[in-house]
């Protein structure tokens, strides 16, 4: 962004001034991002499930359609009726007005939440707006502005009482659920897909900061360094027949070994046979 800029009003190419290059990337070592705290999927279900409160009727229903294709305030605020259909089990949601300028589909499934303000609409509104305050009981006809969906993180955090709640910012709800989306398994086209990221890496980032990914690569790591300590510690009798394998394992031997378990991968037609006094 800054290269453009410069280039646009100033007319300067700063990929030419190789030592400035050389510069800016000394200074920007060891350098960390100030990011927004993100919320778990239990958090948000304790949210959404808990509060019975009118006056986050609001913030349930933009907290909703934000997580489901994780929308950008913008894209919240300019949100109308026209973008809205409601079919027999969804809700299906089109956005036009996005920051890369390509229209996204995507549907709702919790459509009672989702459609409440809807309902509670006051007639003869001059605007198409989907989200209006709601204040008091009842919606306004005033429609809500930008700043307000950046501040919702934060009063979920309050509600929930979580340390630190003003570092839950306006990036929070796309940093939420890319996160559970890699915690869960999804790969780096289809979180471009949803989130509307053009950049890998912006991408790549989200999976960098994900605990669970972190334990799934921990897990297969040892996994495969227990398979090699039971084909070591393992007193393992195989029979020389062709169609079938006998593994006679004395229970005694194993009793002093540290494992923990015994592991069997890719064995078929086989026969086990334990035997050994009794382990204490």
């Not at 019975?52 to 109308?80: C, D, H, K, P």
């Not at 979180?191 to 989200?206: F, I, P």
């Not at 027949?241 to 593994?247: D, E, T, Y």
């Amino acid at each position: 962004m800054l290269k453009g800029t410069v280039q646009i009003y100033e007319g300067s190419d700063i990929p030419k001034y190789k030592q400035l290059i050389v510069f800016l990337k000394k200074q920007n070592e060891r350098y960390e991002p100030k990011k927004s705290k993100v919320l778990t999927f239990e958090q948000i279900i304790k949210f959404l499930n808990d509060v019975w409160n009118e006056s986050y009727l609001f913030i349930q229903v933009a907290l909703i359609f934000a997580l489901n294709e994780t929308m950008r305030g913008e894209e919240l605020r300019s949100l109308t009726l026209n973008d809205i259909e409601e079919n027999e089990a969804v809700i299906v949601v089109t956005l036009r007005n996005t920051k890369r300028k390509k229209k996204r589909v995507f549907t709702i499934t919790w459509k009672v939440t989702a459609l409440s303000c809807r309902k509670l609409r006051p007639q003869n509104i001059g605007h198409s707006r989907f989200f209006v305050y709601y204040r008091n009981g009842k919606c306004t006809v005033l429609p809500v502005g930008i700043n307000t969906f950046y501040s919702l993180p934060g009063k979920i955090a309050e509600y929930l009482k979580l340390p630190d709640s003003s570092s839950y910012t306006s990036h929070c709800m796309r940093r939420s659920l890319a996160t559970m989306l890699v915690d869960n398994g999804s790969t780096i086209p289809n979180l471009k897909r949803l989130g509307g990221w053009t950049s890998t890496s912006s991408a790549e980032g989200y999976i960098g900061e994900s605990i669970q990914n972190k334990i799934q690569t921990s897990k297969k790591i040892f996994r495969r360094s227990n398979q090699q300590e039971v084909s070591k510690n393992c007193p393992w009798q195989h029979s020389s027949s062709p169609s079938s394998s006998i593994m006679d394992v004395s229970l005694n031997e194993f009793s002093k070994s540290t494992l923990n378990g015994i592991l069997f991968q890719n064995i078929s037609n086989c026969t086990f046979s334990f035997y050994g006094n009794e382990i204490v």
